[in-house]
């Protein structure tokens, strides 16, 4: 990294710093991934190597160019109007890229960022109010009670569904959700999940980022050509619904397509509909069946529940095909280590 160092405005745990080494000293007092990173960053490469999450596939380690990463905070601290002298909370594990760049933007962009646990609800113990943060799906679930210490709020990592949505709706929080991956430096695609209504947010679309194009390959995926964040272009797994030369509804994974007595079915669709009937964390999957070939299950964490049942069995808006074959309960999910669900090892303790 070199020359570029930090930002005059930049702070870490309301410190401020006159050189690398003070800040690179100081992390230590913080966390050892932190200062880690940091020594990365600062170091003479052009590159920093990240980790996946796993949440989509076998978890990778890939390299990302600290040009690209700086340009990706740039284009937030744009689009989100978080200039220098911004408050943030970083919430979220820096050995994965959404906490490595919360660092990078605050450096970047001169940010007062704090440093607290990624705990399930990091929120709980604060007694100051921040003017950015970025968060899963199940953290923001459960800091409701206390979301209104943060003023901006990104959501990444996961799908919100209907009934978390309804829970965002009236407070005062400006909440919106991110699309990206490792390989894009976290997002360049964002859409608003509150202050409008939840039905309305369901059907929405992904806006891109300035200087971020898009297109579909002959699987229905998103292609993505955003040369500032990646010298080459990335070809995704996500099928997708182009509503306009920057814009995109998000479908579903095809890698996760359900392909039973001949019918294909994307589960997050599915996901979708059962959502408004369940609210505790579930997910539909295919496992193997003889005759069928995949059959559908859906599996819900938590314990045995007739009145869900009830729900799912009488919920008109799924067709027949969408209808579970089998449903499972399960006392506790697998987590990836950014707090998403681990697909595939949880569907192994059936």
Not at 161 to 182: C, H, P, R, S, W
Not at 210 to 229: E, M, Q
Not at 245 to 255: A, P
Request: charged fraction near 25%; proline fraction near 3%; charge should be neutral.
């Amino acid at each position: 990294m070199g020359k570029e160092l930090f930002h005059k405005d930049f702070k870490l745990q309301g410190e401020s710093f006159n050189s690398v080494k003070e800040l690179i000293d100081f992390s230590k007092s913080i966390s050892e991934e932190i200062h880690s990173f940091l020594v990365d960053w600062f170091n003479e490469k052009s590159f920093v190597e990240v980790k996946t999450s796993g949440s989509t596939g076998v978890p990778k380690i890939i390299r990302l160019q600290k040009k690209h990463m700086v340009n990706s905070a740039i284009a937030t601290g744009s689009f989100f109007d978080v200039p220098e002298k911004t408050t943030a909370l970083l919430c979220m594990s820096v050995n994965y890229i959404a906490g490595k760049m919360m660092l990078v933007r605050a450096i970047t962009l001169g940010w007062g960022i704090d440093v607290v646990e990624a705990v399930s609800n990091p929120l709980r113990k604060l007694d100051k109010t921040y003017d950015f943060s970025a968060m899963v799906p199940l953290q923001l679930h459960n800091s409701l009670n206390d979301i209104h210490k943060i003023k901006k709020l990104i959501v990444g990592g996961g799908v919100v569904f209907n009934e978390l949505l309804e829970k965002i709706q009236d407070v005062k929080t400006d909440i919106f959700a991110t699309y990206g991956m490792t390989e894009t430096i976290t997002h360049i695609a964002v859409k608003k999940l509150n202050h409008c209504h939840s039905e309305l947010v369901e059907e929405s679309y992904y806006n891109c980022l300035p200087s971020v194009k898009i297109s579909k390959d002959k699987r229905g995926c998103l292609v993505i050509n955003a040369p500032k964040v990646s010298d080459e272009e990335i070809i995704t797994n996500d099928l997708v619904e182009i509503t306009s030369e920057n814009s995109f509804k998000w479908l579903g994974r095809f890698d996760t397509i359900i392909n039973s007595g001949g019918i294909k079915l994307i589960p997050e669709q599915i996901e979708e509909k059962l959502s408004k009937v369940i609210e505790d964390r579930f997910f539909v999957a295919g496992i193997k069946d003889a005759l069928l070939g995949e059959k559908l299950v859906l599996i819900i964490e938590g314990v045995i529940n007739n009145i869900i049942l009830n729900k799912v069995k009488h919920l008109n808006s799924l067709s027949k095909y969408e209808r579970p074959k089998e449903i499972h309960f399960l006392k506790h999910f697998i987590e990836t280590p950014t707090q998403k669900i681990n697909r595939i090892k949880t569907i192994q303790l059936l």
